[in-house]
């Protein structure tokens, strides 16, 4: 990173603590001696042009943020491995208690091209490995779009908000998720923000269908 980079980071950060740190009933202050308390789990993509708490508008202790590649959810699976994901999926849910989960996808995400242009990714990469959990998004956006000769840049659209899909199915594997949906204490929500229009979309689980917020 250059110098200059490096230092304009650092003027933010002494920004960040004049903002929050001078006054006393500053949220900061608070959350030094007491317990975080969020009540929505975000699972959003790395991407640098999509920051959950800036979309969001959200203040500081308001989201509980996992950021991944695409944006993916894996499936439940306790084999014993380094998971990530599961590991913050269930502090959040077990430990903090959040009452939503939102899984954010996003227009031009580099995640699901690499899925559906392998080409693109380091070959048997970890993001080519990595992705591999959305397949089953893949195949419906290729069996939707395929056949009738889309053009890339459609497939890609429609594998984004199909992979969001996915992730949302996954997180019903997760016992104690589907538990706390069941009892109607844990509501999931799948959302998009088209980066192009500047607009975010909802998923409608019974119709399959993303509409626009707002």
């Known amino acids: 990173m250059p110098k200059k980079e490096i230092a304009r980071i650092m003027r933010g950060f002494q920004q960040f603590r004049d903002k929050f740190y001078t006054s006393e009933d500053s949220p900061y ?3 030094a001696t007491g317990w975080q308390g969020p009540k929505t789990l975000l699972i959003g993509c790395c991407d640098s042009r999509v920051d959950p708490a800036v979309l969001a508008s959200a ?3 308001e989201l509980f943020v996992v950021r991944n590649i695409a944006n993916l959810v894996p499936p439940y ?3 014993g491995g380094h998971h990530g994901v599961s590991a913050a999926i269930e502090f959040a849910v ?8 939102i899984v954010l996808g996003h227009r031009q995400c580099g995640g699901i091209r690499a899925l559906l242009f392998p080409e693109v990714a ?3 990469g970890f993001v080519q ?3 591999k959990m959305a397949e089953p998004a893949k195949e419906r956006a290729l069996k939707a779009f395929a056949p009738k000769g889309a053009k890339p840049d459609v497939l890609w659209r429609c594998c984004e908000l199909e992979s969001i899909k996915t992730s949302i199915e996954n997180l019903r594997t997760f016992t104690f998720v589907a538990k706390l949906e ?4 844990l509501q999931l929500l799948g959302m998009y923000f088209d ?3 500047g607009e975010m979309l909802e998923l409608n689980e019974e119709t399959g269908e993303f509409s626009t917020l707002g």
Do not use: H, T
């Open 29 to 31: 202050r608070q959350f």
């Open 59 to 61: 203040g500081p202790g």
């Open 77 to 79: 699976e306790p084999d």
């Open 94 to 101: 077990v430990n903090l208690k959040v009452e939503n989960i």
């Open 122 to 124: 380091e070959p048997n």
């Open 129 to 131: 490995q990595w992705v």
């Open 182 to 185: 069941r009892a109607g204490k």
């Open 195 to 197: 980066i192009e229009q």
